[in-house]
């Protein structure tokens, strides 16, 4: 199996910051994100997101 790390490289072309991956690899996902405008929000989620449901 792939890392969170690579599969979010390969998906959005960057390596993930540190609460992304944490974001990613986490049991369940938590209701709220409170991270700054331009930190990857929309990416953290949603590639989070799709592992659990592909």
Do not use: D, I
Not at 5 to 10: D, E, L, M, Q, R
Not at 15 to 39: A, D, I, M, N
Request: glycine letters at 8%; proline letters at 9%.
């Amino acid at each position: 199996m792939t890392s969170y790390s690579a599969f979010f490289k390969t998906a959005t072309g960057c390596e993930p910051h540190p609460y992304q991956r944490e974001f990613g690899t986490r049991e369940e996902l938590p209701s709220l994100v409170s991270v700054p405008t331009g930190c990857g929000k929309t990416a953290a989620v949603s590639s989070a997101w799709c592992p659990r449901n592909s």
